[in-house]
Structure formats: C-alpha cells, structure tokens
C-alpha cells in the first residue's frame, strides 16, 4: 500500500484556518451565543455519497483554535475510500464551540474531499497504462498546497507548486522570445542547477525544433491522438511527454494509451464539486 502524503507545514494549515474563521465568525457567533455557555453536545459528521476523504488537518485546526477541548475521533483517514452514509468522524465538546465552528470545517473538509474524490476517478481512469495523471496550477486562491495535498490523496501526482520550482514555457513565452529554439536555449542557460525545462508544442514541427534544442519535457498542447502517438515515436526517449487540454474522463485513457508519460488535467481542481458530507448531533 502507498504511503499518504504528507500534508503543508502545520504553519500553513493554521493560517489558512485562522483566516477561514476570521471570515465566518468574525466578532462572534450571534446565534451559538444563545446557548448555554458550558452545554455539551455530540456529533457526527457523515458523508451522503461515495469519495475520498481529505482535509482533516484543516477541520481538527478549526476546533483546536475555537476551543481545545473538542475532541474528535476518526473512523477514516485521508485518501480512504467512502461509502455513501459512512461516519467519518465524531465529535463531543461543547455545544457552542461544535456549531461555531461546523461551517467553516465542513467547507474545508468537502472542498479537499471534492478533490481527492475527482482525483481518484483520473487516477482510476488511467490505471495500468503506464502514464502519470498530473494537476496543474488551476487551483483556489490560497489554497493551493491543500488542493495539492488533495490530489496527491486522490492517487495523482503533483505538477509544480507554482512559478518559482519549475520551467514551464508556454505559447507566450515562445512569442516573447521570438521561436521555440530561442526560448528553451535560454531556458537551459538560465535553469537552477537540477530544474528542468518543459516547454508548450502545438504541433510536430516545434516538438523537434524543442528535441533539437535540448528540452528535457515536452508538453503536448490540444494534439489528437494520432498526433500523440506520432510525437511518441519520434520523441523515441528524448524527453518526457506530458499531454493536456481537451482531456476528460471520458478520453483520458484513450490518450494515457498514445503511450506519453504525463497527463495534466486542470479539472482536477479548477471545477470541484464539494462532497456532500454534514454534521448532525447526535441526541438521547
């Protein structure tokens, strides 16, 4: 069995929370002060469909800053599989402290489930093909490392985490640098030591004019499968081939089969669809 991703710095998951809570509760919440103030409560929090779960670092942050006393037991860890009305977790604590913060968990626990859930049907998809599925730098802003760490317990892999660990040249980047030769020679030129540099082809021509100038990854913009195969026998080992646009879940095996070593598919977190979970006290 794969060992679980390690999540962000813990530094990084309580900021994130903070500012989460900053937003939702603000001077307080109005409504949970209508309870008494040392009021017990229990909770579960149950999941309505099948996925993956991700984000409890996040949820367990929410209750550590409202109130330490919380206590929470899970029956599930990140990147396990789902059944529909499975308990994830339960809580006791007090009541006000587990309503003021129910929100404001459950988003971060159904957005990072969403995309471990979304990750895990690519990863499935592709399955003894032999190519990676990839995220990409489509994420929500501030969030960009949970959603990471969310892919990564959906069974795909990471791409770069943004602009300063990786050389990604793109169409732009081509343009502004006057060919596609130009723009890797300088690349090459310019890499830290160990980067290497992956650079944006749309058709044969430029995918050897790339080989040519030494790029060590090629991304295969938008190409039809015909073309895929034809970029994998000329590339022939040269350089690592990722594809990307217009893949789906319903194509994606078809283009994993072209043989390319790579597939970056930005749905993976650009367009989540939070899992249905949701707390209910548990009563008598």
């Not at 690349?187 to 944006?200: S, T």
């Not at 058709?203 to 073309?227: F, H, M, S, V």
């Not at 994993?256 to 009563?283: P, Q, W, Y």
Request: net charge neutral; charged share 25%.
């Amino acid at each position: 069995m794969t060992a679980p991703p390690a999540p962000p710095p813990a530094v990084e998951i309580e900021k994130a929370v903070a500012a989460a809570l900053a937003e939702d509760v603000g001077a307080g919440d109005l409504t949970a002060g209508l309870l008494p103030l040392h009021g017990d409560a229990r909770a579960r929090v149950i999941t309505r469909e099948p996925g993956v779960l991700c984000g409890e670092p996040w949820f367990a942050a929410v209750f550590r800053q409202l109130d330490p006393a919380v206590r929470i037991a899970w029956e599930s860890s990140d990147g396990e599989r789902l059944a529909a009305n499975q308990v994830v977790c339960r809580l006791d604590g007090r009541a006000r402290s587990l309503l003021t913060g129910e929100r404001t968990a459950l988003n971060f626990l159904q957005l990072l489930s969403g995309t471990a859930t979304q990750a895990r049907r690519y990863a499935d998809a592709v399955s003894g093909t032999g190519a990676v599925v990839l995220d990409t730098r489509k994420t929500v802003p501030g969030l960009r490392r949970a959603q990471k760490y969310a892919v990564a317990c959906g069974g795909c892999r990471n791409h770069r985490l943004g602009l300063y660990d990786g050389i990604l040249i793109k169409e732009n980047h081509i343009a502004a640098s006057g060919s596609v030769r130009a723009a890797v020679e300088a690349a090459k030129r310019g890499a830290p030591r160990g980067v290497p540099v992956e650079i944006e082809i749309e058709n044969l021509d430029q995918l050897r004019e790339a080989l040519a100038a030494g790029a060590d990854r090629l991304l295969l913009d938008n190409l039809d499968l015909d073309t895929l195969r034809a970029a994998v026998r000329e590339t022939a080992g040269r350089a690592r081939l990722e594809a990307s646009g217009g893949i789906t879940l319903a194509n994606i095996r078809a283009v994993a089969e072209t043989g390319v070593d790579f597939i970056s598919i930005g749905d993976i977190t650009k367009n989540v669809r939070a899992l249905d979970l949701s707390m209910r006290f548990v009563t008598g």
